[in-house]
């Protein structure tokens, strides 16, 4: 279907993939690259570094639950643009705070941002993709793909703001008030991707209404029972690497340089991501991506533990960040090919609630494994195990 002769849809797709770059590359995933400068000047322990990452995944949740009903009042696109919003006054609020409480404060209400902003861009990607249905896998893996737009971002910002503010004590702050300037930048193709994809909507259907959310939709989610559970295990097994990685490396005795370039290949390797898995994601209508995809993210979350050469240390950016966002948009194209488009929305809260318990759980467990004996070590060897154990999950769910 091409209801617009000459529609730019590459263009439109990287435009809603900002909403993944602001909601997860920038207001989560910079918080690994900013925890070691942080740890050391706010005194921190690894399990309340942890702890503040799982505020982060209890926002999370929070938001995800709330999600379905703000869609069904705002729509998708204001609940997007507004979420984008608001999580860019967190990322700016978080370069004056000192107190672990305002700390647990912030990265709850980031969270609850960042999940309207990725789940409503989730929704819009999969309407997009509905729309051209021979590219959908592409422009999904486009939408998840842009994280690795704002990884990349954050490790060329993080450590030169960090290297100019090393005299304006806490050098740390002015990396988070350029993170909220990056994400401000953000809203504005956002918001334009958003106000496209409703015009495509109308042409196509001359539903006007079409953006919004139908009222409580029913979706089949228990016959989904398989790929949700080994979703959690994902949740608590990739973040508690993006938390931890950078703080391992560096103790492994990585230099600033080499942590940037890690990190900028990571998120390299996410946005190449887009065209790697999308055959896998148009083909198989069951659990097998999923499975195979967290398969490969315990290999690649385990490789640092086992070794602290430098290029088994990049092997593991490159393929954590080739297969991680990866994982999220075979949940969405699982829904997409099982369920009705009026079960869409739904579907995706579904995977998303479950995702956020993953994560409350994750952090905390590897910062408290980490704290003991074995280090990061052990504790990104816990996070290894538990994505072995999704994978084993999500294999036997089968396409309804």
């Known amino acids: ?61 929070l938001g995800a639950l709330a999600t379905p009903w703000l869609m069904r009042r705002l729509g998708a696109g204001r609940l997007l643009v507004g979420g984008a919003v608001a999580a860019t006054v967190c990322m700016a609020a978080s370069g004056f705070l000192t107190h672990a409480g305002a700390w647990l404060a912030q990265r709850t209400l980031a969270g609850v941002a960042s999940a309207w902003v990725f789940i409503a861009g989730g929704l819009l990607a999969a309407r997009l993709g509905a729309l051209q249905p021979q590219r959908s896998g592409f422009l999904l893996g486009i939408y998840y793909g842009g994280t690795g737009f704002g990884i990349v971002l954050s490790a060329l910002l993080v450590p030169a703001l960090l290297r100019w503010a090393a005299g304006l004590p806490p050098a740390w702050a002015w ?36 953006p919004r959310v139908p009222d409580r939709p029913r979706a089949p989610l228990p016959r989904l029972g398989w790929a949700l559970a080994g979703y959690a295990c994902f949740g608590a097994g990739y973040i508690g690497y993006m938390t931890f990685v950078i703080a391992l490396l560096r103790a492994q005795g990585a230099s600033a340089g080499q942590l940037t370039l890690f990190y900028a290949l990571l998120g390299l390797a996410v946005v190449a991501s887009s065209r790697l898995w999308a055959g896998l994601l148009d083909r198989w209508r069951g659990g097998g991506p999923q499975a195979v995809l967290n398969a490969l993210l315990g290999v690649a979350t385990l490789l640092p533990v086992l070794s602290p050469a430098w290029p088994v240390a990049l092997a593991s950016g490159l393929l954590f960040g080739g297969v991680f966002l990866s994982v999220v948009a075979s949940t969405t194209a699982l829904v997409r090919h099982n369920l009705p488009p009026a079960q869409w929305a739904a579907g995706i809260s579904a995977f998303t609630i479950v995702f956020a318990f993953g994560q409350i759980a994750g952090p905390t467990l590897v910062g408290w494994i980490a704290d003991g004996p074995g280090g990061l070590a052990r504790g990104l060897a816990a996070s290894a195990l538990m994505l072995w154990l999704g994978a084993a999950l999500a294999w036997r769910q089968r396409a309804l």
């Open 1 to 61: 279907m091409n209801p617009t002769p000459g529609t730019p849809w590459l263009r439109i797709a990287l435009g809603l993939s900002m909403g993944a770059a602001l909601s997860l590359g920038l207001a989560r995933f910079a918080y690994g690259l900013l925890l070691p400068p942080m740890r050391e000047d706010l005194g921190w322990s690894y399990l309340l570094a942890g702890s503040l990452n799982t505020a982060n995944a209890l926002g999370y949740l």
């Open 175 to 210: 990396a988070w008030w350029a993170l909220a300037l990056a994400c401000a930048l953000a809203v504005l193709p956002l918001a334009w991707a958003e106000r496209a994809v409703a015009a495509l909507g109308e042409a196509a259907s001359g539903d006007a209404g079409a």
